[in-house]
């Protein structure tokens, strides 16, 4: 018999980010598919009482926290003991958590710790049988591989985006608090503040429903014989302002700031897509400026709808990649684009 701990950090605010809801859905999934498993919640933060009230219509039936104001914030030594003691409190066999940067530096830690087995971008977990699989993406998410596992307990790191999130409500939540000695040596390093870029800085939107696409023929020469980079980064900026949408860069693009040429100040290589960059999952994707050649198109695998605008009309992208390609200048397309999301925002 399984018993299943989905486990979970709270945001400052005391709340649960929509990875945690995602986790979630998995776990109360699986339970529902496993006979005879249990579901059981484990949180760690700051404050757990409404965190825990926020999901107290899921099917868990325990709920089990690690608290204190060193447990606020994301430190290897204070979250790996805190993570041991909650699974081995909830006698837990198998445990779901939300690949958050937090956790993804924890938990192969504590598996390894507590003699379990990890798996990390999980995208799918499934019982068939009475056997747990679970399926994530190999070769830069060109082949999805199904396996599973003996070892226990088996910690399950679920991609952010990969999962709907669970819609249940919020009730009253009974948490039973676990102890956990702190010692001074968990707690030598000290978070001295976060440094973020400030809100319109920030152009990688996870959450956002459009992903838009900025290639290198945004910094090249034009019909008239000229670049246009200025009025390029004002057309992009102006659109990403107007849809809120994500944004994301080839390859060349990125590159072209290492070669001393006209870039667009706004993108660094964490905006890259592609087989050596990102691969975010968005509703729709627009690519722009860009040729569509296989690294970088392996970027949009779970982009659900792809359109692009190129010039040019034996591109990658119209041999099959695109759902939608506009044989246009980008310059007029997105210019007017953004005037009608002037008129209509
Ligand atoms: C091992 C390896 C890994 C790689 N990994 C990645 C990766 O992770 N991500 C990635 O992106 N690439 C990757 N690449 C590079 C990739 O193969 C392409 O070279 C790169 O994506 C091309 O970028 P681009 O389309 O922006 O530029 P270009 O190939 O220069 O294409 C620019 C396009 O803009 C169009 N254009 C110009 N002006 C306009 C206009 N006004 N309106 C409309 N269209 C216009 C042109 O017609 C052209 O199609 C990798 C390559 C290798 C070898």
């Not at 964490?270 to 627009?286: S, V, Y």
């Amino acid at each position: 018999m399984e018993t299943i701990l989905l486990l979970v950090h709270t945001e400052t605010d005391g709340s649960l980010a929509r990875s945690a809801r995602e986790a979630l859905h998995a776990a109360a999934t699986l339970h529902r598919t496993l006979d005879g498993s249990r579901l059981f919640v484990g949180l760690i933060g700051d404050n757990l009482q409404s965190a825990a009230g926020l999901i107290a219509t899921s099917s868990a039936t325990k709920y089990f926290g690690v608290t204190g104001p060193q447990l606020g914030e994301a430190r290897y030594a204070t979250d790996a003991a805190a993570v041991e003691a909650i699974s081995k409190a909830a006698q837990a066999t198998v445990v779901i958590a939300p690949a958050t940067s937090r956790w993804a530096r924890v938990l192969p830690g504590v598996a390894q710790r507590i003699g379990g087995c990890v798996d990390t971008h999980v995208t799918g977990i499934t019982a068939t049988d009475g056997k747990l699989l679970l399926s994530r993406w190999y070769y830069r998410q060109r082949i999805e591989g199904v396996l599973t596992r003996t070892q226990r307990p088996w910690f399950i790191a679920i991609d952010p985006g990969s999962q709907p999130a669970c819609e249940c409500g919020a009730g009253s939540a009974t948490v039973e608090i676990v102890d956990v000695n702190l010692t001074e040596a968990c707690k030598r390093t000290t978070v001295v503040g976060i440094r973020e870029p400030k809100e319109d800085a920030q152009t990688i939107r996870p959450d956002a429903q459009l992903l838009f696409v900025a290639g290198a023929g945004w910094t090249k020469k034009q019909a008239d014989g000229q670049t246009h980079v200025h009025e390029a980064e004002r057309l992009i900026l102006g659109f990403l302002k107007a849809t809120r949408a994500s944004l994301g860069s080839s390859k060349s693009l990125v590159d072209l700031s290492g070669d001393g040429q006209a870039v667009l100040p706004f993108l660094s290589h964490l905006n890259q897509i592609g087989q050596t960059g990102a691969t975010p999952r968005h509703a729709k994707g627009l690519s722009t400026c860009c040729h569509g050649e296989e690294p970088h198109t392996v970027g949009w695998r779970f982009i659900s709808e792809r359109r692009a605008i190129s010039l040019d009309p034996n591109c990658g992208w119209a041999r099959g990649k695109a759902d939608v390609l506009y044989v246009a200048d980008a310059f007029a397309v997105v210019s007017k684009v953004n005037e009608l999301l002037k008129q209509n925002p």
